[in-house]
């Protein structure tokens, strides 16, 4: 490229040309089991019938034994935190404010955590193995999404031990060892 | 399995955005400054083995048709990899492959990235019903997992920051690099703006344009080159899944894996003292002392020490300087920046690697990881065969 070509600042070299994709999202047995669940505001789980480890949201399978998960086990509203984020970075068109917390949580009766927001909280004090429960959209909100859990907010009860974190059973955690 | 060695690294000029070249031109760039190293022409090479990170980025899909023509290969096998972020290191052993199988005696392996092009939040967050859309991007994804190391560790808070000063400073010596940062400081990083808590921004890795290119030889055709052949003494690859049930996200198992199997094959049983020095993928300045105890240049739970002790730093004279180029941290062609550590651990002990030459190096490991840190890929490169 000779020297007369170059491009200088005042120049456009570029243009952005957005390109739309729409498609339908093929959901699958287990997903389709787990939404229509979520569309009545429960969230299931579905245990591996190898290690006994209950998965959610189930994509069907368990990756570590390689095999169908096929038992629906319902899962609590509560949850407990095993790490998270705080969000400052600003995100165009993104409809949550930042600051904001995103965080791993691991609803009781699961042994695996999901992402989600986090609100009605003090983010300083936010903190691995805090619990919290889901707050819910108003039921006519209701779609197949997890997005009808609108976030999570923090509950007065004793945190959870780190060892125990992922393994808190569907009857909850009051600080019981 | 035939011996292969490295005879031509091309990298180009990494920015935020190369304006004076398209995305041919840019991997042109790099493959001819690979040839140009090796001493040869478009002619010696039998086959390509290109890679990039998601075609969504730049929303080209199938590249590698449209760049046949640049790369020379009209007419010739052309090979297209595709691991994610790791790809720059899954690509170059994919072409090493091919000429320890004895298939080809001699290929150009090409990555790169347009990042000024592309749109990587966009395209690594489409929505999905059974997830929240919370665009929160590769470092929302990557922070939670580095409070994590943070709490079981006990690192102390200002570790992160370290690396970040630590790598810039090795870049400054890199004129190649994307961010040039000679005059940086801890403060300077501690006071730049909060991302994801706990990155903040100086401590994440910048957006680039760039390629990166290598010939790869077999052992007849590379003790032909005008350079000494950087002899390839193992190579791996491991993957796990992202989401299963008592996943160690801190300290995957797939790349301790990766690690053992790359180091068995070089014959190396303690890293930290028989290397002489490691490029590694390192995106988020926490991620230093992570892949310390990952690829065991340290128990679980010191990585820590080896960074906040100087042992990784070529300023502070360490025993184990790790990403002396600048690595990750000072330019990220993200498809590319994989096989940027790899051809960075070759220039290592080929003894050309300029003002962040380690001095007497002669094994290194090259080391990329991609993905929710589901794929690994490793190799060691040494001037003894
Ligand atoms: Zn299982």
Known sequence: MSEETTSSEDDITAIETPVYLTYNFTAGEATTRFLHQVRKGKVMGQRCPGCGNVYA??????????????????????????????VW???????????????????DGANISFIHLMSECDNDSVHIGQRVEAVWKPEEEWDYAMDNIRYFRPL???????????????SGWEGKA | MQYAAVTGI??????????????????????????????????????????????????????EVYLADALGCSGKPMLRVHTAGSVGGSTALVAASHVQSGTFRRVLTVTFEKQSESNAMWALS???????????????????????????????????IKVAVKDRLHGSRNPLNHLQMPEITMQEVE????????????????????????????????????????????????????????RDEVNPQAGRDCAADVYAQAGIDDPRKQLDCAEVYVPFSWYEP??????????????????????????????????????????NPIGASGMIRFAEAARQVRGDAGAHQVVGARTALGHAYGGGAQFYAMWVVSVDK
């Not at chain 1, 007065?156 to 569907?170: A, H, R, S, T």
């Not at chain 2, 929240?132 to 006990?154: D, Q």
């Not at chain 2, 992570?290 to 080896?306: T, Y």
């Open chain 2, 126 to 160: 489409n929505p999905q019903p059974f997830s929240p859309h919370l665009n929160a991007g590769a470092g929302g994804y990557f922070a939670p997992i580095m409070r994590e190391y943070m709490r079981r560790s006990g690192a102390p808070w200002d570790t992160g």
């Open chain 2, 10 to 63: 091309g990298q180009t000029q990494y920015k935020a955005r190369r304006g004076d070249v398209s995305i041919a031109g840019l991997v042109h760039e790099a493959a001819q400054n690979a040839l140009d190293d090796a001493g040869l022409g478009w002619d010696a090479i039998e086959a390509v083995i290109i890679g990039k990170a998601p075609d969504m980025f730049e929303g080209v899909i199938m590249p």
């Open chain 2, 290 to 331: 992570m892949w310390l105890e990952n690829l065991g240049f340290a128990e679980e739970g010191e990585g820590w020490k080896l960074t906040m002790d100087g042992a990784t730093s070529l300023d502070e004279g360490g025993d184990i300087p790790w990403n002396c180029s600048g690595g990750v941290l000072c330019s």
């Open chain 1, 57 to 86: 949201p189930a994509r069907g399978s368990c990756a570590a034994c390689g095999l169908p998960t096929s038992e629906e086990v319902e899962l609590g509203n509560k949850a407990t935190v095993q790490s998270f984020t705080i």
């Open chain 1, 89 to 107: 970075i600003p995100i165009p068109n993104n409809p949550i404010q930042p600051p904001y917390i995103v965080a791993n949580l691991v609803p």
């Open chain 2, 191 to 246: 006071e730049s703006p909060m991302l994801w808590d706990p990155i903040r921004f100086l401590e994440s890795c910048p957006s680039s344009d760039g390629a990166c290119a290598m010939v790869i030889a077999d052992e007849g055709l590379a003790k032909e080159g005008p350079k000494a052949p950087v002899w390839i003494r193992g190579g791996a690859m491991r993957s796990e899944p992202t989401m299963y049930a008592g």
């Open chain 1, 156 to 170: 007065d009860e004793p945190d959870v031990p780190i060892e125990m974190i992922g393994k808190v059973p569907l």
